[in-house]
């Protein structure tokens, strides 16, 4: 199993530009997660999906979109990139009930110039 | 909204010493709280779980509700500890995760 899977994982981006954050899992998980990661303010979630059809904004949602493509798939979109959007984005999943835990990519560095 | 703070960004300690980090929560219920570890050029991944009880590389951390803390111990650190720790919690019946800001750790021989 590959477990969590991103593409790309590295990426430069201009100002107003778009790109498409990819996110897979083989692990049969239910429930997937968006996270960005910056110094001094640790991860911080952008968006999750408890399940497949359903999305729901976390704590940083502003200037992004998601979709739930099915189970294996969570993508996460920037319309207009933004300098504030330079970050590390790590997708996440975690199968269903209490104390399990959540299993990561590898993430995706992307700065916006 | 939950909350989780780590006062520590950065903790320096001598191989074969403790380290304790620290972590204090936010929430009146009874929260689910854990212990993620970054190693350098890897994954994020689960240290421990409070549900567990369990000792995983001679790390432990005990609930404290009293204090809303879950501080992470470990008695004798070795040059391997050296990494990005973050305490997470949740509601019991919620799927999101709330992390603290992170804590840096390097252990000198």
């Known amino acids: 199993n590959a477990g969590v899977t991103q593409t790309p994982k590295f990426q430069v981006l201009k100002t107003g530009q778009s790109m498409t954050l990819q996110c897979a899992q083989d692990?049969?998980?239910?429930?997937m997660y968006w996270y960005r990661q910056d110094p001094g303010m640790g991860l911080r979630l952008i968006y999750y999906s408890a399940s497949e059809g359903t999305t729901d904004k976390g704590e940083v949602p502003n200037g992004y979109n998601v979709s739930r493509l099915n189970k294996r798939e969570f993508s996460l979109r920037l319309e207009s990139a933004a300098p504030s959007q330079t970050s590390v984005y790590f997708c996440?999943?975690?199968?269903?009930?209490?104390?399990?835990?959540?299993?990561f990519g590898p993430g995706t560095r992307l700065t916006v110039t | 909204a939950q909350r989780v703070t780590q006062p520590e960004k950065l903790l320096s300690v001598f191989k074969g010493a403790p380290v304790e980090l620290k972590c204090n929560y936010s929430y009146s219920g009874s929260p689910e709280l854990f212990w993620y570890v970054q190693y350098s050029r890897q994954r994020l991944q689960l240290l421990l779980r409070h549900i567990s009880r369990e000792s995983i590389k001679g790390f432990t951390a005990d609930l404290n509700k009293g204090e809303t803390s879950f501080h992470l111990k470990k008695p004798f650190a070795q040059e391997e500890d050296s990494a990005m720790y973050y305490c997470a919690t949740k509601r019991s019946n919620d799927y999101k995760l709330s992390f603290g800001a992170g804590t840096t750790v390097t252990v000198r021989a």
């Open positions: 996440a999943s975690k199968r269903p009930g209490q104390g399990y835990e959540q299993y």
């Open positions: 692990m049969n998980h239910n429930s």
